[in-house]
């Protein structure tokens, strides 16, 4: 009997053999399938564009657009690529900037949802939709543009993405980052267009230093965050935002002056109730209070487009603002207004104005024109609360997108009035410039 099972064992030994080995088989055979779903995930798109090597040309007739998006996504060790325009063309439409894996081929970069891109023939930035805004200067044969994702937003899931042009940065703009990563794209539309793709480009070491020093000055400029995480240009809501005591509030180191008196917000994600808030407020303001609703205060509230001055009841005022929007806000100072010191100190008076260059359509109103009209507005407690000082009268004026909505006169506190920024819900993020007429 025991003889007998010895073959049987060693029968049954060799089976189990030959099933291990098959399912090894079976193993490498399915590795060897993964790899290549991989290889035809990952290959570069293209349409009415001749590639030949690195070097991309337009391949149809004027009507038709032209798009090339590369094979991998940026990353964290590689987050940088560049286009040298070789030849502008007809007209120069060329664009360079970052897209989503599958996007269409049929529009330029920038144009369509979650992507953004630099165009060369106006020097306009394009985030989302076929309308762009000021950003840059036009390029032409010869220049290099450059698009980049700074480092610290492959860990926030936030992509700060900035442009450059010959090697010098242009600006700057935020967007959510997804899983699949963001894809290197060049869009064209006019015959004669070619340019050569550098997708593994290096910014020169000063530009990186300078980067690294910008990326950790803009915590530095923040003055007081109560609820608010900073990363870059972004400020993130960190509170619970159940109830109006879970206010966060971000306020600036400096108060306006004629030196810089205006600052704008882009509301990049408007979370669950879009209870943003842009304002002025006193160095003492509460943290647990929106702007607008405490005295020494005044503030635009997207939610509903009212404006709170110093009291929890708003006023109509202008229109709600959603995803995309840019809020600003600044102070009209009269001709013969004297202001303390921009530095630490408040015993210092600075008389001198700075003229600088708007953006996106900003009129440069920093003094208070003579002969303008005075507005009669209803300020309620607020007026009350100011009547009480013998502060400096100033209008402080509104924006949304660049155009003016409305203005409101204001008593300046003691210290000054400081850029403040409110947010209510969970999810809600904002970029903000406080220096936008700088430059």
């Not at 993964?34 to 004027?62: C, M, P, Q, W």
């Not at 992509?159 to 242009?170: W, Y």
């Not at 015959?191 to 070491?205: C, D, I, K, Q």
């Amino acid at each position: 009997m025991e003889g007998e099972q010895g073959p049987l064992g060693i029968l049954t030994a060799i089976m189990d053999d030959l099933n291990l080995h098959y399912r090894f088989l079976n193993w490498r055979r399915r590795i060897r399938e993964i790899r290549e779903v991989r290889a035809v995930r990952y290959h570069e798109r293209f349409k009415h564009i001749l590639v030949d090597g690195d070097t991309l040309s337009y391949h149809g007739n004027s009507g038709e657009v032209g798009c090339y998006v590369a094979r991998h996504p940026l990353t964290k060790d590689n987050n940088y690529f560049e286009v040298s325009i070789v030849d502008s063309g007809v007209r120069g439409t060329i664009a360079v900037g970052l897209v989503p894996q599958y996007y269409s081929l049929d529009h330029q970069p920038g144009w369509l949802p979650d992507s953004v891109a630099y165009h060369a023939d106006d020097g306009k930035l394009y985030n989302g939709r076929a309308k762009g805004r000021q950003f840059g200067t036009k390029c032409s044969s010869g220049d290099r543009i450059g698009c980049g994702i700074e480092p610290v937003s492959f860990e926030v899931q936030t992509a700060q993405i900035f442009f450059t042009k010959n090697g010098k940065r242009v600006g700057s703009t935020i967007m959510p980052l997804s899983p699949e990563g963001l894809f290197p794209a060049v869009g064209m539309h006019s015959l004669g267009e070619e340019v050569r793709l550098h997708l593994h480009a290096e910014l020169s070491n000063e530009e990186e230093d300078d980067s690294i020093m910008m990326v950790d000055s803009y915590e530095d400029e923040w003055g007081r965050l109560h609820d608010v995480k900073v990363c870059g240009t972004l400020l993130e809501y960190m509170g619970k935002g159940k109830s109006i005591i879970d206010v966060g509030l971000a306020q600036a180191r400096k108060p306006l002056s004629t030196r810089s008196h205006y600052f704008e917000v882009e509301i990049v994600d408007p979370g669950e109730k879009c209870y943003i808030a842009l304002g002025l407020a006193r160095k003492d303001y509460p943290k647990n209070r929106h702007p607008g609703w405490s005295r020494g205060s005044v503030a635009y509230h997207a939610d509903d487009g009212k404006i709170f001055h110093g009291s929890g009841v708003g006023d109509p005022f202008g229109p709600r603002c959603y995803k995309g929007d840019i809020m600003g806000c600044g102070i009209m100072f009269p001709r013969d207004y004297i202001l303390d010191s921009e530095g630490d100190s408040d015993d210092s008076c600075d008389t001198v104005a700075i003229r600088a260059k708007p953006p996106r359509g900003v009129k440069n109103i920093l003094y208070l024109r003579q002969e303008a009209e005075e507005e009669e507005e209803e300020e309620e407690d607020g007026e009350d609360m100011e009547q009480e000082h013998e502060g400096r009268k100033v209008v402080v004026f509104f924006t949304r997108n660049g155009k003016i909505i409305g203005k409101k006169d204001a008593t300046v506190p003691c210290g000054g009035f400081f850029p403040t920024i409110g947010m209510l819900s969970s999810g809600e993020k904002v970029k903000v410039d406080l220096h936008p007429l700088s430059g």
